[in-house]
């Protein structure tokens, strides 16, 4: 369910709804610059950076995890492939890293920095961590790279999301089911319920609609996970409704982010402060109780 362009990308809009922002301007121009990308889960970091390079005919993507990738060598092979490739053809190669928070600083100075300062490569990174705490101040100031902070989904946005994987019948919730019904409905009460309760997470929504419809076709009969159908043209006379309750089954409660030691410990610590300071006993039991 990944948009496949800019235009097609739902949310975000601080970073482009606006034609002059530099991404947008960036894309017309066929010239993309490095960048960072700092969001919590599920907002869209890589979506955003495969659409980005989808959109320019003249890049190529590469995407690494800094979890599993081991930093040296595999930057060298990336690097060594994107200045031959440029050479023939004079496309140019986008190397997205997600969790670049993973590397360490030593692998960022002596891996990264020098490709990015060459110009071998466009580089982008995702990170779930604050970029000043976790990544070289090199790579944030002398190479003029960009971080750019994406905010948590607002529920209209999961909404709409949630709304094209329920009519997409190539990518969407029939490939979850293994069969084509002839219908299927997702009534707007279970739309709403995932997207208030999500937390702004559009692949915790994803991932609850998901397991909701699949509830609901094994309520009709069907086991997903011994009759799937290898023919998904082959439509099944069936109409699959998902209800409410199979929506608060799969998402059982409401989904908080909270990181004992990072970005959204001391955000907590803010909320709960400004309760104290303004003489709110009610927003203060809250955020304590948020926090335990």
């Not at 060298?76 to 490739?85: F, P």
């Not at 208030?196 to 509830?215: D, K, P, W, Y």
């Amino acid at each position: 369910m990944r948009p496949h362009t800019l235009n097609d990308v739902i949310g975000q809009d601080c970073l482009l709804s606006d034609k002059s922002f530099f991404l947008r301007s960036a894309v017309e121009a066929n010239c993309l610059p490095s960048f960072i990308l700092w969001g919590s889960p599920g907002t869209g970091k890589t979506s955003i950076a495969r659409a980005i390079v989808n959109s320019c005919p003249w890049y190529r993507f590469v995407s690494l995890s800094a979890v599993t990738a081991g930093v040296k060598d595999v930057i060298s092979d990336v690097v060594d492939e994107a200045k031959r490739i440029h050479i023939n053809t004079t496309v140019r190669t986008v190397l997205f890293v997600d969790e670049v928070h993973r590397f360490n600083k030593s692998d960022q100075l002596d891996s990264i920095l020098p490709v990015i300062e060459d110009g071998s490569i466009v580089f982008i990174g995702a990170t779930t961590e604050n970029p000043s705490f976790h990544l070289i101040k090199p790579l944030l100031s002398h190479c003029n790279v960009r971080v750019l902070i994406l905010n948590l989904l607002e529920p209209v946005h999961i909404a709409a999301i949630l709304r094209r994987a329920c009519d997409d019948r190539d990518k969407g919730l029939v490939c979850s089911l293994g069969f084509m019904p002839k219908e299927i409905q997702v009534s707007d009460e279970v739309v709403e319920y995932l997207a208030q309760h999500c937390h702004g997470n559009a692949r915790v929504a994803l991932n609850a609609l998901e397991i909701s419809s699949i509830t609901a076709a094994a309520r009709l009969g069907y086991n997903i996970g011994n009759n799937v159908l290898d023919d998904l043209d082959k439509n099944v006379d069936v109409v699959l409704s998902v209800n409410i309750d199979d929506a608060k089954q799969a998402l059982q409660s409401k989904h908080l982010s909270y990181d004992k030691g990072g970005e959204d410990h001391y955000k907590l610590i803010r909320a709960l402060h400004k309760p104290v300071k303004g003489s709110d006993e009610n927003a203060l039991i809250y955020w304590h109780c948020r926090m335990l």
